[in-house]
């Protein structure tokens, strides 16, 4: 479903961040993308939803070249993708439920639909009561569940994750990983990169290591295999 052909990224600094990276991921998997500080892992994965574009190769979603994709296209192929970062990124004068909402309300959806789909995605990250709360009045691990939530309001085929656990303290962080595991169970694929090592050692699942913009290691039920 995610197809990378010899794909190449430089920034206009020069820095050649992805050298050619060959690398096809199925339907449902869960994969983590590890590797030392500076090795391309992030911009391996934005290239996954076109925040960039590569320099040279394809990548296809279901059979679409996100590489070749005009602009105006971009937003309707972002539908596809669910995307949650580090910092959660929520906007910090709408509730919980208004952040989620978000998302379909650029769409147009219908606002009983909305409503719906809104508190069922809520009810998956176990926040239903805070549906009328700020971010301000959530804890960091809430705030990330909030941002999964909105990530996935719109059923995406493949939800991205960049360190998503990173800013949490580590038993938060496991509470993120079982909810990451319940929408793999529920059919969403899982890009994730992470420098958790605890977690890429116990959850076992495909590892895929990028050191200076390649693939250097890909191993199903891996392990971190970096000391941290
Ligand atoms: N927007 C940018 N402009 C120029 N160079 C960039 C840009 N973003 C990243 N780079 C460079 O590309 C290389 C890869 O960076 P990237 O952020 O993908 O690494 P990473 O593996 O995610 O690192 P970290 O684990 O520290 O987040 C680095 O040398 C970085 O300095």
């Not at 990983?177 to 899982?190: A, E, F, P, S, W």
């Not at 050191?211 to 392990?223: F, H, T």
């Amino acid at each position: 479903m995610i197809e990378m052909k010899d794909v190449w990224k430089s920034y206009p600094n020069n820095v050649k961040a992805i050298n050619g990276i060959n690398i096809t991921i199925k339907k449902g998997e869960f994969v983590y993308v590890v590797g030392p500080s500076g090795a391309g892992k992030s911009t391996f994965i934005k290239m996954m939803y076109r925040e960039e574009k590569p320099t040279k190769g394809d990548i296809l979603i279901d059979s679409v070249n996100l590489a070749k994709m005009k602009e105006k296209r971009i937003p309707y192929m972002r539908r596809k993708i669910g995307v949650v970062f580090q910092d959660f990124k929520l906007l910090p004068s709408l509730t919980v439920f208004e952040n989620v909402a978000f998302a379909l309300e650029v769409i147009e959806e219908n606002p009983t639909v909305i409503k719906r789909k809104v508190m069922d995605v809520l009810d998956i990250v176990m926040l239903k009561n805070k549906a009328r709360f700020l971010p301000t009045e959530l804890s960091g691990g809430e705030q990330q569940r909030v941002a999964i939530a909105r990530a996935i309001v719109n059923n995406p085929e493949v939800l991205i994750a960049d360190e998503p656990t990173g800013n949490l303290d580590p038993d938060t962080a496991w509470g993120i990983m079982d909810i990451l595991d319940d929408i793999n169970h529920r059919g969403t694929t899982i890009v994730m990169a992470t420098h958790n090592k605890d977690i890429v050692n116990t959850i076992k699942k495909r590892v895929v290591a990028i050191e200076g913009g390649r693939v250097v290691r890909d191993e199903l039920r891996g392990s971190y295999g970096y000391e941290t």
